[in-house]
């Protein structure tokens, strides 16, 4: 029933722009942190960023703050992330996830889309 998709993923060289779109369904967004994350072969999950999806407000994790902007659009029922200036130490899955803003957990993932970064 509820479903989300990323897409926009792709090879990339270093210093250039990429943006990934998730699509929500199933689900209204009202109430709700929509999450990105990435994840590296052989390591662990890394939170990138946030958006409230009510305020439009955003944080982001300092390893990204200053080329990742988290933004959503509300017909669409779709969150962005723009990512500026990629550097290789970017390339990684990259997943959407979302969760009420009261809960503490994360219940809803993408499949994710593969950014990957040349030098």
């Known amino acids: 029933q509820v479903q989300l998709v990323e897409s926009g993923g792709g090879l990339v060289q270093a210093g250039g722009s990429l943006r990934l779109s998730c699509a929500a369904s199933g689900l209204t967004l009202s109430n709700y942190l929509m999450g990105w994350f990435r994840q590296a072969p052989g390591e662990e999950r890394e939170f990138v960023g946030h958006?409230?999806?009510?305020?439009?407000?955003?944080y982001y994790a300092d390893s990204v703050k200053g080329r990742f902007t988290i933004s959503r659009d509300n017909a669409k029922n779709t969150v962005y992330l723009q990512i500026h200036s990629l550097k290789p130490e970017d390339t990684a899955v990259y997943y959407c996830?979302?969760?009420?803003?009261?809960?503490?957990?994360?219940?809803?993932w993408g499949q994710g889309t593969q950014v990957t970064v040349s030098s």
């Open positions: 996830a979302a969760r009420l803003v009261v809960a503490g957990v994360y219940n809803y």
């Open positions: 958006i409230n999806w009510n305020s439009g407000g955003t």
